[in-house]
Every structure is written in C-alpha cells, then in structure tokens.
Nanobody, 128 residues
Framework: QVQLVESGGGLVQAGGSLRLSCAAS????????MGWFRQAPGKEREFVAA????????YYADSVKGRFTISRDNAKNTVYLQMNSLKPEDTAVYYC?????????????????????WGQGTQVTVSS
C-alpha cells in the first residue's frame, strides 16, 4: 500500500517562504517520478514541479520557475518543495503524487494522468 503524506503548509505573507514535505512509503520509488500539483478554489488541478527519483532531474511549471525548488532525500524517502517569493496566486491545496511507472519524456511529467498515487493535500495560503 503506497502512502504519501504531505506536511508543511500554512499561512504566509507575500514574499515569504514555505517548505512542503512528502513522506513516501509502501514501495521502491527508484526510476519513478514524484510530483507536486496544486488546486486553487474554482480552478483545475495544475502541475507545479516534478523530479525523477533516480536521476534527480527536475521539471517546473513556468509560473514557479526561479521561485520553487523540488528535491528528494533518498534515505528518508521524502520529497520536498521549497517555495520562495510566494505570491497570493500561489494560494492552493498542494498535492504530492507518485507516478504509476517510469516517465521517459520530459514533457510528460506535467500530466496528472501519469501519476497513480496521491497524498491528501496541504493548504498553502499567501496573504497580500
């Protein structure tokens, strides 16, 4: 049984920082992808960032490039999302996800359909 547990969300002022964590358990994640998605009220879930667990290659949505950093700790089976220079438009529920299989095309990391396992989500609220 794969489990993904997010933590680290909260309320922060614009310009501030937060670090989200996603603790993964239940299988070996080597060669698989881990991603972060977010969903704001009234909007569709959107891709934020992803990382290939083995190679460490990272992928970002244009809206967060230069502000967010995704990383992983193999020993802890944990993925992080460091969020800096936060904006009110970053307010959303953030979800951690693990892919159903290896992802080979860089363009494919952004599609939620490629992820099978999802966490429960953590709320991030950025005040202006």
């Amino acid at each position: 049984q794969v489990q993904l547990v997010e933590s680290g969300g909260g309320l922060v002022q614009a310009g501030g920082s937060l670090r989200l964590s996603c603790a993964a358990s239940g299988r070996t994640f080597s060669n698989y992808a881990m991603g972060w998605f977010r969903q704001a009220p009234g909007k569709e879930r959107e891709f934020v960032a992803a990382i290939n667990w083995s190679s460490g290659s990272t992928y970002y949505a244009d809206s967060v490039k230069g502000r967010f950093t995704i990383s992983r700790d193999n020993a802890k089976n944990t993925v992080y999302l460091q969020m800096n220079s936060l904006k009110p438009e970053d307010t959303a529920v953030y979800y951690c996800a693990a892919s159903r299989a290896s992802i080979y095309l860089s363009s494919a990391y952004q599609y939620s359909a490629n992820y099978r396992y999802w966490g429960q989500g953590t709320q991030v609220t950025v005040s202006s």
